[in-house]
């Protein structure tokens, strides 16, 4: 009788370096690995670098496997490389493992499509998989003009009404939106390229980064070219304030916008034109608040009261 396997892959994160970082691999744990699937790759590509999360799921015993990575050109439909990798882990353990695969040997190229296939081989089964996509720069446009921003807002999750900003104490579900129009040629590609929304906290210290692919609401949508991305956060009495919600394009910002969620009341429209363009050299440090004023005072809402923004100044000094 076939067993499954006892091990399960948590997470896979992915890191497209350059051929000039090749030395780094003895280092390939301190490589910068993240979330997104697409990548803008040049000449200068070295390889795809992985990072997996891997978890033993016996609470009786240790687990010993033999894994494989396989990477399947999707585009060119074949088979370019495997890696094996050797897995032990203790009881209800856990671990990080690396791979990766150069481009030399591996021909990575851009403009293709890759699926990683996670396979424990001692057991014969496929673990997971996941795609990823490389976009050539040599035939692209700088990623900030990639889309045409509309406009953007905070989303209940019980409605399809955008608003400005919120006034809420309790734990709540919201989503920020960006509404946009790619602007890729008369005839868009079969894959959108995934955009970063980067929600920053009003601690000044969390930061949560969230990839997704634009997509349409309906058929009337696409007609219209309105794409939709957007990402959950929730609101508590322990994080509320100002937030900085920043889209950006393979790393680049494209549009931004600041919202509050302690509002004297909830601030039905959206934030657009200049309003919601990114803050230059956004840090954490950044003052928020002078921003969020200096955009709504400048949007037909002037709802804020005085005693609202003092308390706002006394609570960051």
Known sequence: MKRKSPISIDRIQFCA???YETEDLVFIDQFFYEDRHDF?????????AIKLKISNKRYDKGARRNVSLSLVD???RCDVATQQIKVCLAIDGFKDCYAYFPAETSGLVGGHTYKLLVCDE?????LTERIFHLFDKSTMKNPTEWYEICDGGIRPAWKTD????????DSHDYYVQFNLAPNMGRKLPTIMPELEIRLYYPDRKTVKAFFREPFCRSLENYDDNRWTIECPFETSPDINGVFYAELLCMGYPIAGFVFDT???TDISGKWYGHEIQPIDEYSLKAELFDEFIERYIASEYKALSEERLSNLYDNES
């Open 17 to 19: 370096y350059k051929c």
């Open 40 to 48: 803008l790759v040049d000449k200068f590509l070295g390889g795809i």
């Open 74 to 76: 999707m585009t060119a």
């Open 122 to 126: 001692t057991a014969s089964e496929t």
């Open 162 to 169: 955008l608003l400005k900003s919120l006034n809420t104490v």
């Open 262 to 264: 302690m509002s004297p």
